[in-house]
């Protein structure tokens, strides 16, 4: 059985390993948890406000220094993407840190998460939705 392999289904990392996101470095992911400690509540406030709108998160984290979706750079707080959810009410983040490490985030009806993770090698920041 393969490690991570959903019950022993064969080749299942090989043929989701577009899902899997690299490793960050320790400061990285030193990094990516300073941000996250600072995001969390942001996303809280706006949940508890019923505020899950992509323009009013993007508004509210704009606020903390970060850049509006531009180029990756070490430089300043990072880069932040907002996207509005397909189906249901809410916004996805992702804040590019480092060039290893993220801030990935979500706020809809029902909650919100905050996490980190390293980057996903086809789509950065943001998990990949679909398969090959």
Same mark, same amino acid.
């Given at each position: 059985?393969?490690?991570?392999?959903?019950?022993? +289904?064969?080749?299942?990392?090989?043929?989701?390993?577009? *899902?899997?996101?690299?490793?960050?470095?320790?400061?990285?992911?030193?990094?990516?948890?300073?941000?996250?400690? /600072?995001?969390?509540?942001? #996303?809280?406030?706006?949940? $508890?406000?019923?505020?899950?709108? +992509?323009?009013?998160?993007?508004? +509210?984290? #704009?606020?903390? %220094?970060? /850049?509006?979706? %531009?180029?990756?750079?070490?430089? %300043?707080?990072? $880069? #932040?993407?907002?996207?509005?959810?397909?189906?249901?009410? @809410?916004?996805?983040?992702? #804040?590019?840190?480092?060039?290893?490490?993220?801030?990935? +985030?979500?706020?809809?009806? $029902?909650?919100?998460?905050? *996490?980190?993770?390293? /980057?996903?090698?086809? $789509? %950065?920041?943001?998990?990949?939705? @679909?398969?090959?």
């Amino acid at each position: 059985m393969e490690p991570d392999s959903h019950d022993g +289904a064969p080749h299942y990392r090989e043929n989701n390993g577009f *899902k899997i996101p690299r490793d960050m470095s320790p400061a990285g992911e030193e990094a990516a948890r300073e941000e996250a400690a /600072r995001i969390e509540p942001v #996303l809280k406030r706006l949940w $508890t406000a019923k505020a899950w709108d +992509a323009e009013s998160v993007r508004a +509210a984290l #704009l606020k903390l %220094g970060y /850049r509006n979706e %531009g180029p990756d750079s070490e430089q %300043g707080r990072g $880069t #932040l993407f907002v996207q509005a959810h397909d189906r249901n009410p @809410g916004a996805s983040v992702a #804040l590019n840190v480092r060039h290893d490490a993220c801030v990935t +985030a979500f706020v809809q009806t $029902t909650n919100y998460q905050v *996490k980190v993770n390293g /980057r996903f090698l086809e $789509t %950065g920041c943001f998990e990949p939705r @679909g398969g090959h």
